[in-house]
């Protein structure tokens, strides 16, 4: 009963994006389709093809647990953010949330193309999904944001604690205190942030 009408939901977002979109400065308005897993090809590709008419963003969740990884390379015989890639979905307009489970061709895509990462570390942990090689981004030049996800996997949307974490996390992980260093951070949470929000 939670479902609606395809055409009247595309219809939604198409008027809050024209509504919206750019009435203040501090407000955008980005196409959301959740995530390759949960959404059909041809809905991918009016996603990709609308935000390019209006000029706005795309944001779009990818590889964040292992059985997302299986079931798009199942049904397209490609990974998630290669799959995003080959369907042009990636570029410096869209943002990619969590990419925990990435290959190092993937990680060169989301470089390549211009894609921020946005790293989501307690809800990460929260729903046992794995921890994102943000280290390797790093290395690698992907632009990289510091996000939260959402209140329901996660019980805190401190993004002062969410920055903390990250540099702390990673540190751990990779038992190195240069893993990621405050200063990697803060940049995430601010210059990433903002990258990732088209300022």
Not at 39 to 53: I, P, V
Not at 68 to 74: F, R, T
Not at 145 to 156: F, L, R, T
């Amino acid at each position: 009963p939670l479902r609606k009408d395809t055409s009247a939901t595309r219809a939604e977002a198409l008027r809050l994006a024209m509504n919206w979109h750019g009435v203040h400065p501090r407000l955008d308005v980005v196409l959301g389709p959740s995530t390759p897993f949960l959404c059909s090809r041809e809905l991918l590709l009016w996603a990709r093809d609308q935000a390019a008419e209006l000029g706005i963003g795309l944001q779009i969740h990818l590889a964040e647990t292992h059985y997302e990884v299986e079931q798009v390379l199942s049904e397209t015989g490609l990974t998630p953010v290669a799959y995003a890639h080959s369907l042009g979905l990636l570029g410096p307009r869209t943002t990619a949330v969590h990419c925990i489970h990435v290959t190092d061709a993937e990680i060169d895509l989301l470089a390549e193309s211009g894609t921020t990462v946005v790293h989501c570390p307690k809800s990460n942990l929260k729903l046992g999904s794995g921890v994102a090689p943000v280290p390797k981004f790093l290395r690698k030049n992907v632009p990289v944001a510091i996000g939260a996800d959402g209140a329901a996997s996660n019980d805190s949307l401190d993004m002062v604690e969410e920055t903390r974490f990250t540099a702390l996390l990673h540190k751990g992980v990779h038992e190195d205190p240069m893993a990621i260093t405050a200063r990697d951070a803060f940049r995430m949470a601010t210059e990433g942030g903002a990258k990732a929000a088209g300022l």
